[in-house]
């Protein structure tokens, strides 16, 4: 198990963050696996058990993909941010991710902090300026970033490899050291490096003690503790962290007013930002309680591995070299890649299902329980679209619909629309909470640990408890010749449906609600049911039931749309 431990369990609070996705158009459904759907499950579920939980994100809005993105729409790029951000913004509400703050990099309280964590660094002495070659290209008019060189790289031999990192072999780059240059932008090999004067993070000097924090990290999944370690083991070497654009965070030193900061040295303090807004937002708030909070704090993040690096190496060495007391991540929860029928996502080439197409097709419910039920932890998950008709039609149409349905209905035609009363439990039941004790108590720790999967799957394992425990009982059978015995299994089963929609409520909370609802429960967040004996006796006889229309109906692979590429983005 990797994760949380049960020091964890028993504290108050718990900071919460997922990768910042990048403004330039809408995300995909890959986008919403590897982060910020898993951080809000986890969210929610320590909303459940009783903890304060703040969960914070916002749109990356910096750097040349904006800039040439906005160039491409015929606005100015602060105008395309705020458009973008707005879109973005909705689609995640609508996809019922409970952000306490959704956040912008663009705005005052991040250029505030980004500045004053720089200085910090540079009165420390991290900080170092020096002239370096910077790939230019004249088709292209620009000092192209990073990024947006590509060729083939020296060490793997990938042919697309960045200028500044391999995705092949996740080692990082200088562009200097691609074969065959050539610009991202419009393919042109015209490239040439010419000397510009930058600022560079002493990133070296932090290697012993980001080994030494590393190394105290044994309970991190072991993908985030290996790509982290690969780089200690390569040897870190110091970062330029400023470009020459002009959209970004102005650079406050000296000669240096025509440069602003790299997007992955400002992006990250974003996370510290958006709590400083949200703190701003509402009396009462304070912003040092969460991120200087100590060991009362539970620091947790979610993020994709190619976000690893960065989270691991260059965000903490920038915050322990401010010398601010500011809480490093206690876990950092990374996900492969989930890529679509045999192949990656991707928005140029209008590979994919992405998530405003997606909401267009079916609820979020639906598109939640299969992300997580299939999430990309151990290995990358392929999406197909016949995987996903055949999991959502069996686990949400057959298995939990079935339930709610089956057991509101019967209540409602043979015990007029209440809890039933009467009959005492046997030994079916005393069964049923010894099993149920047994699979609350894997539940709950599959969610401590941060094992997505494994806590889908024994979600899905109470549900189908659930359902074996009506069909063997068959209280339709049983009422014809023993109500009170009847009534007990009804309770008893309604009792369940309530238990099945408590413990998904994490993963479809919309229709989690509904069924809650349905049963009198209006309590948001639902309590978390930790033991048997309470699942199957919470509901008080007597209470009024409804009986919801279906939850779930059946899908086919021809319902769903051919997918496409919503806005044109000019990232490589």
């Not at 996705?21 to 890959?30: D, M």
């Not at 200087?292 to 060495?317: C, E, I, M, W």
């Not at 009363?421 to 909470?433: C, P, W």
Request: with cysteine; proline share 6%.
């Amino acid at each position: 198990m990797s994760g949380c431990d049960t020091k964890e369990s028993s504290m108050a609070k718990f900071l919460i963050t997922s990768a910042l996705p990048y403004v330039n158009g809408v995300k995909h459904l890959g986008n919403l696996a590897g982060s910020l759907l898993p951080a809000d499950i986890h969210a929610r579920y320590r909303r459940q058990t009783g903890h304060e939980v703040l969960f914070l994100c916002g749109t990356d809005e910096h750097g040349t993909p904006a800039e040439l993105a906005a160039q491409a729409a015929g606005l100015p790029v602060a105008d395309y941010c705020a458009r973008q951000h707005a879109i973005q913004a909705d689609i995640y509400r609508r996809f019922d991710l409970s952000f306490d703050h959704f956040s912008r990099t663009s705005q005052a309280a991040n250029r505030k902090l980004t500045q004053e964590i720089f200085r910090r660094l540079d009165d420390a002495g991290h900080i170092e300026p020096r002239t370096i070659r910077q790939a230019y290209s004249a088709t292209d008019g620009r000092f192209l970033p990073d990024r947006y060189v590509v060729g083939a790289c020296p060490h793997c031999g990938d042919a697309n490899a960045r200028g500044d990192q391999c995705e092949a072999c996740t080692r990082l780059l200088d562009p200097e050291t691609l074969v065959a240059p050539r610009s991202a932008i419009s393919g042109a090999t015209d490239i040439e490096f010419r000397e510009s004067r930058h600022l560079f993070l002493k990133l070296s000097a932090f290697a012993p003690t980001l080994r030494a924090w590393l190394d105290g990290r044994t309970d991190w999944p072991l993908l985030v503790r290996s790509i982290a370690g690969k780089w200690l083991d390569e040897g870190l070497r110091d970062r330029c962290i400023t470009r020459d654009l002009s959209w970004g965070v102005p650079v406050p030193k000296a000669g240096f007013a025509d440069k602003v900061f790299y997007v992955w040295f400002d992006a990250p303090i974003g996370y510290i930002a958006a709590a400083v807004e949200w703190a701003e937002a509402a009396p009462g708030r304070d912003w040092r309680a969460w991120w200087q909070g100590g060991d009362d704090v539970r620091y947790l993040q979610f993020l994709a591995k190619d976000n690893v690096p960065f989270h691991t190496v260059s965000f903490p060495a920038t915050l322990l070299g401010s010398g601010l007391p500011l809480k490093l991540p206690d876990v950092i929860k990374g996900f492969n890649w989930l890529t679509f029928e045999g192949g990656k996502f991707s928005t140029s080439q209008q590979r994919g299902i992405f998530t405003d197409t997606a909401l267009d097709l079916l609820p979020a419910d639906t598109w939640r329980w299969w992300l997580a039920a299939n999430a990309p932890e151990g290995s990358d998950s392929d999406f197909t679209i016949d995987r996903f008709v055949g999991s959502v039609n069996k686990d949400l149409a057959d298995t939990f619909g079935n339930l709610v349905n089956r057991c509101l209905a019967f209540a409602a035609s043979a015990f007029d629309g209440t809890v039933p009363a009467g009959g005492r439990d046997g030994a079916a039941e005393q069964a049923l909470v010894k099993r149920l004790d047994s699979d609350l108590t894997a539940l709950r720790r599959h969610h401590d640990g941060l094992e997505l999967r494994k806590a889908a799957s024994s979600v899905r394992s109470l549900w189908k408890i659930a359902n074996a425990y009506v069909a063997e009982a068959a209280p339709w059978s049983v009422i014809r010749h023993d109500r009170d015995r009847a009534a007990v299994i009804t309770r008893t089963a309604l009792n369940l449906v309530r238990l099945s929609a408590t413990v998904a409520w994490p993963f479809i909370p919309r229709a989690a609600s509904l069924v809650l609802r349905c049963l009198g429960e209006d309590a948001d967040p639902p309590t978390w049911i930790s033991d048997g004996t309470t699942a199957i006796s919470a509901l008080p006889s007597g209470r009024a039931l409804f009986v919801p229309p279906p939850l779930f109906p059946k899908i086919t692979a021809s319902s769903l749309a051919a997918p496409r590429s919503p806005v044109p983005v000019s990232a490589p």
